[in-house]
């Protein structure tokens, strides 16, 4: 392993070397210790290297989820010298064909969930494939249905002995992920190893991670979040615990179980615990850490957090996939943060070591201190772009006016308030929204509702869409009880007429899209399907 040049499964191999014995995944009543996490990788690996067509790409899919196959099955693939290609079989099938077809993989490791799933997902897929699906002794039902491809049950599985590491290169793909495109066609981030292992470095550190540590991982593996969790920990010698699905139900309950240490998760997942009044004072002792990422965390739940977890340090971190996991991060501080805290919602704070932010108008030139922009980043963390998308790889990476280096644009609007103090969340860009030709930031109005609702999550979305913007807005209020008439009077006190709600709606449990965060898009079908029923009926 010396020789080998430095990639996402390095941290990996020397804590196998380290710490053979010790868990290195724990999912549902089973523990994995890293020797037999490692055998079972490179014996998949072994075995699609004697199997698969010497022409393919170098990317392994994994249509896997929640299960020793899936970890394995991630580790394989980079045994192998590839980057991993994680398929959800909770996605849409079609969806899932799209990804595979898209991301041209010729090798596939398939666990239970996937297996059933393999009808609809291979239906139109002319490439022959080699899948292997380590948990079925008996794979001829798959070989006579499509004999086109190549079926590799448990009794193929080669000796993990028989594994020779494949090269990698460090500026070579670790994982390809695709994200939602606005166009609806998936977009295929490349993120390559020295993206993923400068990020590694740098929490490894910050969380002083040891052996003794045990992560949540409340993520998908097709959510980069994902990717902390597995990495940061078997850096380290650490643990992973999945949970189960019956146990992501049970979240508190899970934490005390699995004497999870480092918490990580989306501030919905807090947000649905305090509902659920799990969040009691001194509830997780045990917690070292707890991070959140991925969406605005409110202040409020964090503060019920931290009393929860009273050892605990808090921090939020934010980043798209395009800038590898998270490329800024806040630490939370009791008597300070409140007041650095901006519509109810906690900093994002300051970028890694070594990456460098720009706050841009719409033409990409810096705005000053305490105005508002377009977060832009670069550094170490920045990925290769769009897998075969050159378009989207130039409209999104770009070099701005003056500057040398290629940039991201994340399309999310920030402001730094003043010298020395804290990057501020504002929302998505295209939260920004035209009503009545009047420039609305619906981040603001979310924070009056949630202050006047006393409410955790509020959502303000603009309805009736015009071409333009929107003729007006509508709120949904995360409750199954309310005065609405009263709360909404109370909202207009404290708002201009054009950013009134005309309507409020209870809303007890807010759909989440498959990353787990607050679903807009779900919300606004609501609107759209009721207004669809109501000319109907009329």
Same mark, same amino acid.
């Given at each position: 392993?010396?020789?080998? %040049?430095?990639?996402?499964?390095?941290?990996?191999?020397?804590?196998? !070397?380290?710490?053979?014995?010790?868990?290195?995944?724990?999912?549902?009543?089973?523990?994995?210790?890293?020797? =037999?996490?490692?055998?079972?990788?490179?014996?998949?690996?072994?075995?699609?290297?004697?199997?698969?067509? %010497?022409?393919?790409?170098?990317?392994?899919?994994?249509?896997?989820?929640?299960?020793?196959?899936?970890?394995?099955?991630?580790?394989?693939?980079?045994?192998?010298?590839?980057?991993?290609?994680?398929?959800?079989?909770?996605?849409?099938?079609?969806?899932?064909? =799209?990804?595979?077809?898209?991301?041209?993989?010729?090798?596939?490791?398939?666990?239970?969930?996937?297996?059933?799933?393999?009808?609809?997902?291979?239906?139109?897929?002319?490439?022959?494939?080699?899948?292997?699906?380590?948990?079925?002794?008996?794979?001829?039902? +798959? %070989?006579?249905?499509?004999?086109?491809?190549?079926?590799?049950?448990?009794?193929?599985?080669?000796?993990?002995?028989?594994?020779?590491?494949?090269?990698?290169?460090?500026?070579?793909?670790? @994982?390809?992920?695709?994200?939602?495109?606005?166009?609806?066609?998936?977009?295929?981030?490349?993120?390559?190893?020295?993206?993923?292992?400068?990020?590694?470095?740098?929490?490894?550190?910050?969380?002083?991670?040891?052996?003794?540590?045990?992560?949540?991982?409340?993520?998908?593996?097709?959510?980069?979040?994902?990717? +902390?969790?597995? +990495?940061?920990?078997?850096?380290?010698?650490?643990?992973?615990? =999945?949970?189960?699905?019956?146990?992501?139900?049970?979240?508190?309950? #899970?934490?005390?179980?699995?004497?999870?240490?480092?918490?990580?998760?989306?501030?919905?997942?807090?947000?649905?615990?305090?509902?659920?009044?799990?969040?009691?004072?001194?509830?997780?002792?045990?917690?070292? @850490?707890?991070?959140?990422?991925?969406?605005?965390?409110?202040?409020?739940?964090?503060?019920?957090?931290?009393?929860?977890?009273?050892?605990?340090?808090?921090?939020?971190? #934010?980043?798209?996939?395009?800038?590898?996991?998270?490329?800024?991060?806040?630490?939370?501080?009791?008597?300070?943060?409140?007041?650095?805290?901006?519509?109810?919602?906690?900093?994002?704070?300051?970028?890694?070591?070594?990456?460098?932010?720009?706050?841009?108008?719409?033409?990409?030139?810096?705005?000053?201190?305490?105005?508002?922009?377009?977060?832009?980043?670069?550094?170490?963390?920045?990925?290769?772009?769009?897998?075969?998308?050159? !378009?989207?790889?130039?409209?999104? +990476?770009?070099?701005?006016?003056?500057?040398?280096?290629?940039? #991201?644009?994340?399309?999310?609007?920030?402001?730094?308030? %003043?010298?020395?103090?804290?990057?501020? @969340?504002?929302?998505?860009?295209?939260?920004?929204?035209?009503?009545?030709? #009047?420039?609305?930031?619906?981040?603001?109005?979310?924070?009056?509702?949630?202050?006047?609702?006393?409410?955790?999550?509020?959502?303000?979305?603009?309805?009736?869409?015009?071409?333009?913007?929107?003729?007006?807005?509508?709120?949904?209020?995360?409750?199954?009880?309310?005065?609405?008439?009263?709360?909404?009077?109370?909202?207009?006190?404290?708002?201009?007429?054009?950013?009134?709600?005309?309507?409020?709606?209870?809303?007890?449990?807010?759909?989440?899209?498959?990353?787990?965060?607050?679903?807009?898009?779900?919300?606004?079908?609501?609107?759209?399907?009721?207004?669809?029923?109501?000319?109907?009926?009329?």
């Amino acid at each position: 392993m010396g020789s080998q %040049a430095r990639s996402v499964r390095t941290g990996f191999l020397r804590s196998v !070397e380290r710490f053979p014995d010790r868990p290195a995944l724990q999912l549902g009543g089973e523990t994995l210790s890293y020797r =037999a996490l490692s055998a079972l990788a490179a014996s998949m690996a072994a075995t699609l290297d004697a199997q698969a067509p %010497a022409d393919e790409l170098p990317l392994t899919a994994v249509f896997a989820h929640r299960s020793i196959t899936a970890y394995a099955g991630v580790l394989a693939g980079l045994h192998r010298g590839h980057g991993y290609v994680p398929l959800n079989p909770a996605f849409p099938t079609d969806r899932t064909r =799209a990804m595979l077809v898209r991301s041209g993989c010729r090798s596939l490791i398939v666990d239970g969930h996937g297996a059933r799933q393999l009808e609809e997902v291979l239906d139109g897929v002319d490439t022959p494939l080699v899948l292997l699906l380590p948990e079925h002794d008996d794979v001829d039902a +798959f %070989a006579a249905r499509w004999p086109a491809h190549r079926f590799l049950g448990r009794g193929a599985l080669l000796d993990a002995a028989r594994w020779q590491p494949g090269p990698v290169d460090p500026n070579g793909i670790a @994982y390809l992920l695709f994200t939602s495109g606005s166009t609806g066609q998936p977009k295929g981030v490349m993120v390559a190893h020295r993206n993923v292992t400068h990020f590694v470095d740098a929490m490894v550190e910050r969380y002083a991670v040891t052996e003794h540590d045990r992560f949540s991982q409340t993520f998908d593996l097709t959510f980069d979040l994902s990717a +902390f969790d597995m +990495f940061v920990a078997w850096e380290r010698g650490a643990c992973v615990c =999945a949970p189960t699905q019956s146990q992501k139900m049970l979240p508190g309950k #899970y934490v005390t179980e699995c004497g999870i240490t480092i918490w990580f998760s989306v501030p919905s997942t807090a947000v649905l615990m305090s509902r659920l009044r799990i969040l009691k004072p001194g509830k997780f002792p045990g917690l070292r @850490y707890s991070l959140f990422c991925g969406e605005a965390l409110p202040v409020e739940v964090l503060q019920k957090w931290a009393e929860a977890a009273p050892a605990s340090v808090l921090e939020n971190l #934010y980043g798209p996939t395009e800038l590898t996991i998270a490329c800024t991060l806040y630490r939370w501080d009791g008597e300070r943060s409140p007041s650095e805290s901006e519509l109810g919602v906690v900093p994002i704070g300051e970028p890694y070591p070594g990456m460098k932010i720009l706050v841009a108008d719409e033409q990409l030139n810096e705005v000053p201190v305490g105005e508002t922009g377009e977060l832009l980043m670069t550094g170490p963390q920045l990925t290769l772009g769009y897998w075969r998308d050159a !378009e989207r790889t130039a409209a999104a +990476f770009v070099v701005p006016p003056g500057r040398a280096e290629t940039y #991201y644009r994340t399309g999310d609007r920030v402001r730094r308030p %003043a010298p020395g103090r804290p990057l501020v @969340y504002l929302g998505r860009m295209d939260n920004q929204i035209k009503i009545q030709g #009047y420039r609305v930031e619906l981040g603001e109005i979310e924070a009056v509702m949630r202050q006047e609702a006393g409410v955790e999550v509020a959502i303000a979305v603009g309805w009736p869409v015009t071409a333009s913007g929107a003729d007006g807005l509508v709120g949904f209020l995360g409750t199954d009880r309310a005065d609405i008439a009263a709360v909404r009077e109370r909202i207009i006190a404290r708002l201009p007429p054009y950013m009134h709600p005309s309507e409020l709606h209870l809303v007890p449990e807010f759909p989440l899209n498959a990353n787990g965060k607050v679903d807009r898009k779900a919300l606004l079908q609501r609107l759209v399907d009721a207004a669809a029923a109501a000319k109907e009926g009329a």
